[in-house]
């Protein structure tokens, strides 16, 4: 089983740095089966959502096992930045963790030395998931989560996009995710397409590109998606779970309630 996850994980690291066309979305309830759904629709990978959803570690390390055994990819979108919560939930078996507001490149540099064994502060253990609870070959698991473990920072910042080459640049980031949500209410904007915020977005994508590296990215809608495809980004994020129920529960129950003005009418 180990082998066959650790496999899962390659794949999925080698084809986002081949950039391959890959869809994720946010999983903001604290159930995994939320996770088996999506899964099963066909998503190539999920985002849990620490920082803005109510989700324990009990209920990640259950996400993540859902994910891993509907063959899905787990990332985490960590709330704290802190060396322990990162290995807690690269132990749990997360292929990587997204971390908000890496705004300088002492924080870039600082998280991804939580990442990782070699040369990094990750703290070592194989008796969680990713080291299949102990019987991992202890080169091999060092050596894989040190190469297919994905540091993602998250430029959601002003301060970011002024040193976003240099972030870009440090050892063990392996991609970028612009969270232009914060971005552009940090920028005094309303809108994620505001002018100020697309040259901010250009910059990082540019800058992300000079480096070899993929940019995630959640798109405002079909137009604005082509346009980032056409930049260069080919990952990408797409609504939440909860946004999810919340769209086919409107719809149904908008549905019911024409049926039902229909027939009092008539």
Excluded: W
């Excluded at 709330?79 to 908000?100: C, H, K, R, S």
């Amino acid at each position: 089983m180990a082998a066959v996850q650790m496999q899962e994980q390659r794949q999925f690291t080698a084809r986002l740095r081949a950039g391959e066309s890959l869809f994720g979305t946010f999983v903001k309830m604290p159930t995994y089966h939320a996770t088996e759904i999506l899964a099963s629709a066909g998503y190539d990978f999920i985002v849990i959502d620490e920082e803005h959803a109510p989700i324990n570690r009990e209920s990640i390390d259950a996400i993540i096992l859902a994910a891993r055994a509907r063959g899905v990819a787990p990332l985490v979108r960590i709330g704290e930045p802190t060396d322990f919560n990162i290995m807690a939930q690269l132990d749990a078996g997360a292929a990587g963790v997204f971390v908000p507001h890496v705004n300088s490149v002492e924080k870039a540099s600082r998280i991804a030395a939580a990442c990782r064994y070699a040369g990094g502060r990750r703290g070592f253990s194989k008796t969680g998931r990713a080291g299949d609870y102990g019987a991992a070959d202890t080169d091999a698991h060092l050596a894989h989560q040190d190469v297919h473990t994905l540091c993602i920072p998250m430029i959601e910042d002003p301060e970011a996009i002024d040193v976003i080459d240099e972030i870009v640049a440090v050892e063990g980031v392996a991609a970028l995710f612009v969270g232009r949500g914060d971005l552009s209410v940090a920028m005094g904007e309303r809108s994620q397409t505001a002018k100020p915020v697309l040259e901010a977005t250009d910059k990082v994508i540019a800058a992300a590109r000079n480096a070899g590296k993929p940019v995630l990215m959640l798109a405002a809608g079909e137009e604005d998606q082509a346009a980032l495809m056409r930049a260069g980004v080919r990952t990408f994020l797409t609504g939440s779970d909860q946004a999810f129920l919340r769209r086919a529960a409107a719809s149904a129950l908008g549905t019911c309630r024409a049926v039902a003005a229909r027939s009092i009418s008539s």
